[in-house]
Every structure is written in structure tokens, then in C-alpha cells.
């Protein structure tokens, strides 16, 4: 379960998707596994759709009432611009990702250093995507996902350069597709 605290609609709001709203959004969005729906949004290339739903699973998985929210969402989701709906989803997303810190309190010795890609199935995992995706994915729609992410996280990533990329994406290709 993930839940993130966000100003949404002039007010704080708990927003929470559990497994089984997850698996409620994949089915909503065409039966797209959370891993495309998170590149969506994250990339930019979202559907209205996409963002509605992400917002009223979560509004419900926070303790609104179904009605309520289809009130509120009917009310606001025309008189908010898209990206702004976009980013608080990227955001929800993100904790449904990679979790959200529970220990704010905890001191610290400074900024984590960020993550370094280096390998196909760390970006995998992270990203919850499949190597194949991540493998046909172009440079700029990954370091448009890794903005994405840094942008909602406080963990910070750092993408690799286009030949260090190039170089991961290489790394992982199995020996019989180089040659066949």
C-alpha cells in the first residue's frame, strides 16, 4: 500500500492505492500494466484517463466516499490544468513505485547521493518495467521518466549519459539477438 499527503483541490488530502486499486487502475487503463501506466505519466505521454482514474482511486483509497469524489472530480478536474493533475498522479505513482519514507524524523548526514543506472534490471526494478521495455525504450523517454521521477521523489536518480545507456542496454542483450 502506498499513500502520499498532497494539496489537491484547495485542501490536504490522503491519497492511497492498495493492490487491489492497482490492479483496478490496470484493468481502467485498458488492462496496461502499472510499470506502462507509471512510463505514461511520467513521460509526459498520459492519458486524461490515465490521470482521472489515478486521482479517484486514490482519493477513495484515502477514505473518501465514492460519491464524494466523483462530486469533487466532476467539480475540479476541468478548472485544474492537466500537467498539474499529471504531476500529483506522477507522485502517487512514485510512492506505488518505490515507496514512500516513513522516518522523517530520522537525522541524516545529508542528501543521499543518487542513484547511478548501470544495469537493464536495476532500472527494471526500479521503474517496475520489464527489460524488454526498458531495451526498446528511446534516450530522451528515459531521461524524461528519470525527471519524472526525481521530480516526485525525494530520492534522487541520475540518468546516464546517451553512450552509457547505449552501453547498459547493450550489456543486457542476450547473445542470440546480437547475431540473429
Known sequence: MAELIAEWAGKERLFRLTFGSILDLEEI??????????LRVSTGAFRASDVYHILRLALIGGGMAAVEVKQLLDQRFDTIPY???????GEILIAVMSGVEQDEGAESSGDPSPWKFSEVSQISRVFNMSPIDVRDMTYADFVNMVKGFNSASDRKAEPPTEEEFEAILAKYEPEALKHG
Not at 487503463?29 to 507509471?38: E, L, P, V
Not at 500537467?83 to 498522479?89: C, K, Q, T, Y
Request: charged letters at 20%; a negative charge; aromatic letters at 6%.
Open 83 to 89: 500537467l498539474e493533475h499529471a504531476m500529483l498522479a
Open 29 to 38: 487503463c485498458g488492462k496496461d500494466a502499472i510499470g506502462a501506466i507509471f
